[in-house]
């Protein structure tokens, strides 16, 4: 597949002649072909006013057609066949057995946000019939439904090429909704985000909807990203990768004349609670879930277990022990961009600098720079110097953990009331330590979006039930999920139609249900007919 | 009922020492006693502490004891009897029936409230059953519900000095959700704020919960205000005023170190467009209607209509001499206040003054400076006149309106492109005007919160399906209303729960759905236990 480097704007290529730039394999250092060139502030604007023209149109469709839309933009994506895995595997490194697997859950993800835009109940249909007879005064007949909010602006992500992308859940949830989307893509895999869009594009053309439903640009994110987020088209931005850009991205878009809503996913220490019986009981399996865990994609989840709370004893040492001699033989592992790299070996070396902090382990294999390796590592401190020294919470993306010890299971809700907002938080216990633990998760339920119980926070899935987000700053807006079918309330506004005839109203509130939806009827759920 | 003037911290009253301001009585221009101590930032702090200190507990209490404290709220507000009525009749010059009015819609919205809290599925429970043969991999048992977010600061307003202050929509929701509340009084009706804010401590401390649960403190908007929004412990604010004050809350929330949620309404035209078989079939009608709702509480409605459409022509020429001859012995009134009077003048006079402005009609009586009268007064432009000044689309909140007259339908959709985002638009019509304004339509429902058809958009249902919101600048947040069952969204998170036992999970999420709440299992809704 021949890859043209040009932005995508509303079914034509952009423009050469300005700034270019390359991906690079970090694996091998290569350049890859071709050049990419950025788009310019005008490429940015068209792609934007087509959005809003589109919008008009893709707005009122039925939702059958959009969720028919989902499914194209899956089968043109599987139609991509391995080009779309090799050209991804060069951009980032990642297996091609991981890759394979993204792309499984970035398919299965546009289809099940196609069935739930088919099915319809997500848009809260609410009916109140009037009262004429009511005293002192009438009520009038006032009906509710979610509506798509406008154009959406999409940031792919460094670390899912695919499920986090140009067509990961951002996309997906914002096209289901009934908005359009121009994507920026990452400057790490511009090729992955050429074929995805055109695989998009070709989908918007065969379903015949208005081109401007779907725009990728190239470019930065502080020229090119921020003329986006600025654009007054623009009326929500999606969002994941660092505190820095996101915070750069929420800032802009609140200082609008129109300020809208950011869900930027940024950062999260996950932090995990390894409590007394669970640590006497499974010592060995800890460590060997927790290295799994930390590991996991050389680190770069924002679900990473970066912090690691446990009591200090012989069961304590134990568990180090085991982590110890289990990171020893870890392999080193190539990360997604020497960026990425150079970010996460600054802060793994804030915290291992800070005093009181002692290195545990290493992988005894050397990491090459040349390959863009990091080395899985592991440092102690105690719960005391955790809290002394707030720079400790700061996550280092990559393979690296920090393991705080503390005195006693009060020091433990001390650290967990010093904790920032997180996207998961995990204990690890017993039935008597849970039964113990009851302050402890309930101060974490007020800090994270997620709380597991004797697994691990890597792994999100994609499903009705998952809460994606967190807390200032794991996440800019802590009410709304990234992943799973909730995502799409992100991108949607209630409408009150009061008074209106039948034939007027959207087929979600006409009195006959003729989309068979759950709605509340005078605040009562039913699928019956008004 | 003597008033102490102090701001009410937690149980506990305020200091004196302090800057200190009068309610004034807009009728008669009398300074009323007593004299209110304006909170100082250490009394702020203060609040807001325990505030973060009481959520700690509300939060965990079932939800039937927060609607016993809703109710009890409802029960002592009506237990202050005339003394009540008459202090806010003073504060506000607003009449006693219509305060008596608000008085019921205050305590009908709290059992409203109240008994959607009881009901409980307004927490969108989902369950993912776990898959554990799942192939590749096994799927967790998910479950999420959502939760509240935290203390959320008030606003008092002043143009509801009951149904949108210490009691009203916005503390009802709050403390529905589960949320602890702090209210800044409107310096406008101290003594109200005061004499409210009592009822809803003893209802706190009759239900024996933490005082922090509620605190009322007094000052300045720029000076408390700020302050409070400022505070860490505040996870969320709700305000009902003026653009620019509602935009500096905005913005220093956005500014924050944690940014958090603004819900502010703020300003909205309400435009009313009249179509051409309306207009000939009942100008009479349609003319005694608009001067109805643009005077109604001396135009002082953040839904009042301020803008009017017409076609040019002999139906347009009948309308507009009806609404003179109505408005000519309409019946000056007394605003709420003499800054809110000064700015009325300022902003009809710099639409008034507009080049291509007409004067049509004022009302024969003078109004009087002493009383804080307003005249009503309408005026008229040309719809080209109005595209090319869009300073018109100023809101003058007070009893004024501008018709906008129209050479063709045509310029109705370009008037209506123009328009920033509203709470409201209307359309008047017959079922042939409705049938051909179908795009129209459309475009409203893009711009405003809630479509009339052949209604006055003052007067808003406190119920499940209505929606009090809009794009910006009607709000900050298009995602939420403030009015109706719905507002309580706005102050809660959603929290999933990771392979949790059940006697650890809240009850809404227990596998014997104890509670009997509507939840979404596997992406169905039943109220089937799991």
Redesign the interface.
Known sequence: MILHGKSLLAGTTGATGGATFRAVNPATGERLAPDFHEASGAEVARALDASAAAF?VY??IPAAERATLLETIATEIEALGDALLQRAKAETGLPLARLT?ERGRTCTQLRLFASVTRDG?WVDA???PALPDRQ??P??D???ML?P??PVVVFGSSNFPLAFSAAGGDTASALAAGCTVVVKAHRAHPGTGELVGGAIARAVAACGLPPGVFSLVHGGGSTVGLAMVKHPATTAVGFTGSHAAGRAL??AA??RP??I?VFAEMSSLNPVFLLPGALHERSAALATGLLGSFTLGVGQFCTKPGLVFAVRGPDAEAFLQKLADAVRSAPCGTMLTSGIRESFLVNRLQITATPGVQPLVAASGAADAARTEAQPTVATTSATNFLAHPALATEAFGPFTLVVLADSLAEFSACAAAL??QLTATLHGT?AD?AAA?PL??AL??K????????FPT?V?V?????H?G???AT??????SVG??ALLRF??????????DE?LPPALQNANPLGL?R?V??Q?TRDPR
Chains 1, 2 share one sequence.
């Open positions: 008009a707005r009122a697997g109940s609410r009916i109140d002192p005064l009520r009038a006032l009906r509710r509506l909010l406008g929420f800032d609140a200082a129109h300020p809503p920032e907002g039935p849970f009851r998760l309930a339920e007020q994270a979006g997620r709380i597991l119980l004797n697994g792994g899935e499903s009705p039930a998952m809460n987000g807390p200032y700053p800019t807006d802590v009410r709304y999920t079918t909730a949607a506004r209630p409408v009150c139609y009061q008074d209106l005839a007027l759950l509340l005078n605040g759920p």
